[in-house]
């Protein structure tokens, strides 16, 4: 972890742990807490996006199987939240099997494209199979997170929240920065190149497509807690968009980047609504203009060092130029 992550991680634990000490229940201690929940699932689609180049617009489905999962076993067949999550993971292994074996043969516009159908048949089985799903009513009466019975408080659940998140921030890191995720960035590159040298491309993008489809199903399993209450429109393929943009607020390449790009993702909202019917036009012109001037994520702003290259006979090195 070099000294702009750690910086990063260091001052995203500062507003973690002081948010309900300082907010208390209040309009931004609900916003921090969701963008919890996002980072989660911002930090399945940056690994996937940025460490393989597959920009997945299908993650909205895996949360909803996530979320899905949790609501009927807890509501229905009495499970415990714990057993209702496991049970979600497993199903969203079986369906990352499923839909990335064929899938992942498939490259850019058609990947993604083959991912938005995927999306939208599942919304489409959650709106038709009323027996089960409940249709467009949706599920109702989701208890709270609770461990021994004992429900978490608000606190308690904003604690466990983040520290979900994380735990999966420093597993996607650790990953990362490892030999496979020197393997990864290899395939991003050039598959063509990385199959020559021997990587078994389409191993390591399953191994990464599975991994992104839990975490996202966990997101989605925290988010019905949250909610108390889940229902097909809220995993349409605008979830899918959602998750990409905060990706890419974060930076695309940037894991430690996703922490922030989900809490601004859940701020724009509140402070665009200040402009009344314009608050989705606003929205959106605030994310044009984050991704055109800050194409590498919001942690540009911090984190941004003066570089200069200079060319050395056949090849170039970097200098840092401090002040």
């Given at each position: 972890?070099?000294?702009?992550?750690?910086?990063?991680?260091?001052?995203?634990?500062?507003?973690?742990?002081?948010?309900?000490?300082?907010?208390?229940?209040?309009?931004?201690?609900?916003?921090?807490?969701?963008?919890?929940?996002?980072?989660?699932?911002?930090l399945a689609i940056t690994l996937l996006m940025g460490y393989t180049g597959q920009a997945s617009l299908g993650q909205g489905a895996f949360m909803a199987i996530g979320a899905y999962s949790t609501a009927i076993m807890t509501t229905r067949y009495g499970?415990?939240?714990?057993?209702?999550?496991?049970?979600?993971?497993?199903?969203?292994?079986?369906?990352?099997?499923?839909?990335?074996?064929?899938?992942?043969?498939?490259?850019?516009?058609?990947?993604?494209?083959?991912?938005?159908?995927?999306?939208?048949?599942?919304?489409?089985?959650?709106?038709?199979?009323?027996?089960?799903?409940?249709?467009?009513?949706?599920?109702?009466?989701?208890?709270?997170?609770?461990?021994g019975g004992v429900p978490f408080g608000r606190t308690a659940f904003f604690y466990l929240v983040w520290g979900i998140a994380l735990v999966v921030l420093l597993l996607a890191n650790n990953l990362a920065r490892s030999q496979v995720g020197r393997v990864?960035?290899?395939?991003?590159?050039?598959?063509?190149?990385?199959?020559?040298?021997?990587?078994?491309?389409?191993?390591?993008?399953?191994?990464?497509?599975?991994?992104?489809?839990?975490?996202?199903?966990?997101?989605?399993?925290?988010?019905?807690?949250?909610?108390?209450?889940?229902?097909?429109?809220?995993?349409?393929?605008?979830?899918?968009?959602?998750?990409?943009?905060?990706?890419?607020?974060?930076?695309?390449?940037?894991?430690?980047?996703?922490?922030?790009?989900?809490?601004?993702?859940?701020?724009?909202?509140?402070?665009?609504?200040?402009?009344?019917?314009?608050?989705?036009?606003?929205?959106?012109?605030?994310?044009?203009?984050?991704?055109?001037?800050?194409?590498?994520?919001?942690?540009?702003?911090?984190?941004?060092?003066?570089?200069?290259?200079?060319?050395?006979?056949?090849?170039?090195?970097?200098?840092?130029?401090?002040?």
């Amino acid at each position: 972890m070099d000294p702009r992550e750690r910086l990063s991680l260091l001052l995203a634990l500062l507003l973690v742990i002081l948010t309900p000490v300082l907010l208390g229940q209040s309009i931004l201690f609900t916003i921090v807490l969701s963008a919890g929940i996002y980072t989660v699932a911002a930090l399945a689609i940056t690994l996937l996006m940025g460490y393989t180049g597959q920009a997945s617009l299908g993650q909205g489905a895996f949360m909803a199987i996530g979320a899905y999962s949790t609501a009927i076993m807890t509501t229905r067949y009495g499970a415990s939240p714990g057993e209702a999550m496991l049970v979600g993971i497993i199903l969203c292994l079986i369906s990352g099997l499923a839909v990335g074996y064929p899938l992942l043969k498939l490259k850019g516009f058609y990947f993604s494209a083959a991912t938005l159908a995927f999306g939208i048949l599942v919304q489409n089985v959650l709106t038709g199979w009323y027996d089960f799903t409940k249709g467009e009513s949706g599920i109702p009466g989701i208890p709270m997170l609770s461990l021994g019975g004992v429900p978490f408080g608000r606190t308690a659940f904003f604690y466990l929240v983040w520290g979900i998140a994380l735990v999966v921030l420093l597993l996607a890191n650790n990953l990362a920065r490892s030999q496979v995720g020197r393997v990864l960035l290899a395939i991003r590159s050039d598959e063509t190149a990385a199959e020559t040298i021997g990587i078994d491309v389409g191993r390591w993008k399953m191994l990464i497509f599975l991994l992104s489809s839990v975490f996202t199903g966990i997101s989605g399993s925290l988010l019905a807690h949250y909610l108390l209450f889940v229902s097909p429109s809220q995993f349409g393929v605008l979830l899918s968009v959602e998750l990409i943009i905060i990706s890419m607020l974060g930076g695309v390449t940037n894991l430690f980047g996703a922490i922030w790009g989900a809490i601004i993702w859940r701020i724009l909202p509140e402070v665009a609504s200040m402009s009344g019917q314009w608050q989705v036009l606003l929205t959106g012109l605030i994310v044009i203009l984050l991704v055109i001037f800050l194409p590498h994520g919001i942690s540009e702003i911090h984190f941004r060092s003066k570089t200069k290259s200079v060319s050395l006979g056949a090849g170039s090195e970097e200098i840092d130029l401090e002040n």
